[in-house]
């Protein structure tokens, strides 16, 4: 079980932009919601700090939203606010190849604190720094264990933000989210993970090296009524394209939607696979779960 992240009084104050016997006031005032340690301390959860935002605009203006304790932190805090990607890329890029996580983190959760919307967040920030480190494993520049670990600190950051954000009840439906037998890439369907869950949906999360026949069960027991496939590297273009195919089979024979996204469907033969429907990036997943509830 991820073990959630909680932030002090402290804490909450600096991200929110003021001082900590304002914290307190709002809290008491019922303004701010929070959980109390059996000593009596505030605790905050990212929901408590970002619900509060959503309901005071202007409060919003006002937050620091990154916590500011050097210039550096101020200028990264500015252009969170701001959503100025192709600066947090730059800087994003050196703390992931530095692998300092946890700083990585509090742009991420700045991001989401400052109310970007999380398939923005995803598409514009998160893919670009993953394509930006797999280039420099290509052009030599970085060794695979130096690529391997930086991708790994990524996808378990996102695990982290998916573990403190809320999430409304399972009431959509179910969606199984899986990937190719041969496909060792599942850090796009983290994020497929995350934007369903928030929409609603009880997510199956089967993950890396999954056969389409093994997929089977779990479709006769739980009934999904979607499935999302993601694809980064094809290696055997047939056997993945019977892969593929099987599933259509399956998607006729129960009656789920089939959603794919990703570079490896660029090798794939897609149109004779109907009724799979194509997204290009996270925000049109977004997308297509509004315009189906």
């Not at 019922?30 to 301390?41: A, D």
């Not at 999904?224 to 590297?233: A, K, N, W």
Request: with cysteine.
């Amino acid at each position: 079980m991820e073990q959630l992240t909680y932030f002090n009084s402290k804490e909450a104050a600096n991200i929110l932009g003021v001082n900590v016997s304002t914290i307190k006031r709002w809290t008491e005032e019922g303004k701010l919601q929070c959980v109390k340690s059996s000593g009596g301390h505030r605790k905050f959860l990212m929901h408590h700090l970002s619900g509060f935002l959503e309901s005071n605009k202007k409060r919003a203006v006002k937050a620091t939203i990154f916590p500011v304790d050097t210039m550096e932190d101020l200028q990264v805090s500015r252009y969170i606010m701001k959503g100025d990607f192709s600066y947090l890329h730059k800087h994003a890029l050196e703390l992931a190849l530095s692998f300092e996580r946890i700083r990585l983190f509090k742009i991420l959760q700045g991001l989401y604190l400052a109310q970007h919307p999380l398939p923005v967040i995803y598409d514009h920030f998160v893919v670009p720094l993953l394509h930006e480190i797999g280039t420099l494993w290509e052009q030599g520049q970085i060794s695979v264990a130096e690529e391997h670990v930086a991708s790994q600190n990524i996808r378990d950051l996102l695990i982290r933000l998916q573990a403190i954000t809320a999430r409304p009840p399972a009431e959509k439906g179910t969606a199984l989210c899986l990937t190719f037998p041969d496909e060792l890439h599942d850090i796009g369907l983290k994020m497929a993970d995350h934007i369903l869950e928030l929409k609603g949906f009880k997510v199956l999360f089967s993950g890396q090296i999954t056969p389409a026949l093994s997929v089977e069960h779990l479709i006769k027991t739980f009934h999904p009524q979607r499935i999302y496939l993601s694809s980064t590297v094809v290696k055997n273009v047939k056997a993945t394209q019977k892969e593929l195919n099987q599933l259509k089979s399956f998607a006729n024979q129960y009656g789920f939607d089939l959603y794919g996204g990703g570079p490896g469907f660029s090798r794939l033969n897609i149109e004779t696979v109907h009724p799979l429907v194509w997204l290009p990036d996270f925000t049109a997943l977004s997308q297509s779960l509004t315009e189906k509830s």
